[in-house]
């Protein structure tokens, strides 16, 4: 498929931006609107954290063979199955009646999205001449950087004004348009009919990251090991990756090369990446119930607040795309962990109390630090690795930030349930009838603990106070993991060549 003419690259520019951005806005826009589908099918806190995680997972695990499946399938075709099946799983949700339904169709909608944004990239790629594949590389960037940034705003919105099951069916006309838009323009490409995928190694990983994620989802509800369930689960998770592992290092074209490993700015932009994939996301899946549950925000004010924390990441990757390749990519590294962790020392010292103001002024140093991660990480990460090796490279890049990103999400959701309760026996067995606190008029008219109403209107304060140490605990969890990636910086040598001739891979 050689360069479009103008007119038809106009045109496929535009479906690729829609694609893009439809896929981007789903890793927002439903946060806001959890608590409202957690009322509607009758799920706990930890359960209805799965209709993130699954999104997550599925798309981890159908990232890495879009090269082949485009390859062997052709880009066209692989392209209009992708946001076929993206649109159709959205109308699934947004119809879904129960907890099984939704996490069914939302693992289904990551399947298909997985591939969007790598086709999106060989699409723009493909279609503009070498001298301009710069300025489509910035048109795609518009569609990745504005998605974040109005999915909390426009899934409140939608959520306050229709529906929660809108923030799924927002994706209908955009994909329908994308659709046709990709049928009537993009030609065909040449197939690779001899392409062949590592079944095995796909199978076994594929196995691993699905048996892992069901334990980290269901371990709390089932008291993790004293659970035969999650027993099982443990088993079939480490069986496969004992398979996996063993069948990487003694077949001649597994699906990973170990050699990638070898590069040790990739094997350490690996694990970066999956710290900062983890305490980024967990973050973002911890503030809607913080704020609509404890601070009794409307769903609106919940995204707007929330909305500027993308505008702190777009500002900053415009400013840090031109230093990269400039400044030495471990300061800007530094600097962005920094930020990090700095916004999650001031998370921890939130309570129900503190100003709209202050959480604006805090998302938008987080989003900050989270541009002078991601775009310098990424070119760090895929410089040094040879040109037949960085495909390969930039999809198992992407598979350890989703990774990340899902384990992190069940984790500080598991520690929020645990310790809340924890902390609800400890604040609790203080509160007595002989307590003298009791004394004071005001406390005994609301609280009288020798009164059902009264031990009713203190269990409900002494969970709000539990809910709130818990919170602190996590924002303090995801501090000092961002922080323990700062020697990792060590590990980092320059690009033999400018990084400035890598792609961003988000």
Not at 66 to 74: C, K, V
Not at 414 to 430: E, M
């Amino acid at each position: 498929m050689d360069a479009a003419d103008g007119a038809n690259r106009g045109m496929i520019t535009l479906c690729v931006i829609l694609a893009t951005l439809m896929q981007a806005l789903d890793t927002t826009i439903a946060n806001v609107a959890l608590p409202y589908m957690q009322g509607s099918i009758a799920a706990s806190q930890d359960q209805i954290d799965w209709v993130l995680t699954s999104y997550i997972v599925a798309a981890a695990i159908m990232t890495p063979p879009t090269g082949f499946l485009a390859g062997r399938f052709g880009l066209k075709r692989l392209f209009l199955v992708s946001i076929g099946g993206f649109t159709l799983a959205s109308m699934l949700c947004g119809m879904a009646q129960s907890l099984t339904q939704i996490v069914l169709f939302r693992v289904l909608q990551g399947a298909f999205g997985a591939a969007l944004v790598p086709l999106s990239q060989s699409v723009l790629f493909t279609i503009y001449p070498k001298e301009r594949q710069g300025f489509a590389m910035a048109l795609f960037g518009v569609g990745v950087m504005v998605g974040p940034v109005l999915g909390p705003v426009l899934g409140g919105w939608l959520t306050e004004n229709y529906t929660w099951r809108y923030v799924f069916y927002i994706n209908l006309p955009i994909g329908i348009l994308g659709f046709l838009g990709m049928s009537a323009f993009l030609p065909d490409s040449e197939r690779q009919t001899g392409a062949k995928l590592d079944w095995f190694g796909f199978g076994t990983l594929s196995l691993t990251l699905g048996a892992l994620q069901v334990m980290l989802d269901r371990g709390e509800i089932k008291d993790w090991f004293g659970s035969g369930e999650v027993i099982i689960e443990a088993v079939v998770a480490f069986s496969a990756l004992y398979l996996f592992l063993v069948h990487t290092f003694t077949a001649k074209k597994p699906f990973v090369r170990p050699e990638l490993f070898r590069d040790r700015n990739f094997a350490a932009g690996v694990v970066f990446v999956a710290i900062v994939g983890l305490t980024y996301y967990a973050s973002l899946a911890l503030q809607p119930p913080y704020l609509q549950d404890l601070m009794n925000y409307p769903v609106v004010t919940a995204g707007l607040v929330m909305g500027p924390r993308g505008v702190g990441t777009m500002a900053s990757m415009l400013v840090v795309g031109r230093l990269v390749g400039r400044v030495d990519t471990r300061l800007l590294l530094g600097f962005g962990l920094g930020l990090t962790a700095w916004s999650f020392y001031a998370m921890t010292g939130w309570t129900p109390d503190i100003s709209e103001g202050q959480i604006i002024d805090v998302g938008v140093v987080q989003g900050v630090g989270l541009g002078f991660l991601f775009v310098p990480l990424s070119a760090a990460t895929l410089s040094t690795l040879s040109a037949a090796q960085r495909t390969e490279g930039a999809g198992f890049y992407n598979l350890s930030r989703n990774i990340g990103s899902s384990v992190g999400i069940s984790v500080v959701n598991a520690l929020l349930t645990r310790n809340t309760q924890v902390n609800h026996a400890i604040i609790a067995s203080h509160v007595t009838a002989v307590n003298r606190g009791f004394d004071i008029p005001a406390v005994a008219h609301f609280w009288d603990p020798l009164t059902a109403a009264g031990r009713t209107a203190l269990d409900a304060v002494i969970t709000q106070q539990a809910q709130i140490i818990a919170y602190i605990d996590d924002y303090k969890l995801l501090m000092i993991a961002t922080l323990a990636v700062l020697p990792l910086l060590l590990v980092f040598r320059r690009a033999a060549r400018p990084a400035g001739d890598v792609a961003v891979v988000d």
